[in-house]
């Protein structure tokens, strides 16, 4: 029996994957002081959840800096939830994109809009890193089997 409630899954609009890239987030308001290194906990297309160590405000309008090939990218802070000491933060990307420059690409972050969960493909290299970590639901969990 379905339900009709709606998933998280569902609602995600590219695979993500569990990295942890070296970033500098700053803060685009000159009126908040944030200049934070901190370091991915999950990427994708859209954005990226970072371990962060103090709270921030969200809908704060903030650049990621230090990204590979020294790129930045302008974002905007979309959640904060407290883990402990430490803060959870999401970020949404202003331009989707691998800004992450992982390789190979997984094949639902292409350029353009955001597909719908229905039309997401399936990964075509299902033996090959990074696609040999992919649950069915489209997120990567390398310390499970």
């Known amino acids: 029996m379905e339900s009709g409630a709606t998933t998280y899954e569902a609602m995600r609009r590219s695979t993500r994957l569990r990295a942890q ?7 685009l308001d000159p009126g908040v002081s944030l200049n934070e290194r901190c370091q991915t906990v999950v990427v994708n297309c859209e954005g990226c959840g970072v371990r962060f160590p103090r709270a921030v405000v969200v809908g704060l309008q903030v650049s990621i800096e230090d990204l590979p090939g020294g790129l930045s990218a302008q974002a905007r802070i979309t959640s904060c939830v407290a883990l402990g000491k430490d803060w959870l933060v999401g970020i949404e990307l202003e331009q989707r994109g691998n800004v ?3 390789q190979p690409t997984p094949a ?3 350029g353009g809009p955001a597909p719908t969960a229905a039309t997401i493909p399936a990964p075509q290299k299902k ?3 990074p696609y040999a970590i992919f649950s ?6 390398p310390g499970r089997k």
């Open 21 to 27: 890239i070296p970033v500098r987030i700053v803060s």
């Open 100 to 102: 992450w420059s992982i």
């Open 108 to 110: 639902d972050w292409t």
């Open 127 to 129: 033996g090959e890193w």
């Open 136 to 141: 069915g639901k489209g997120e990567a969990h």
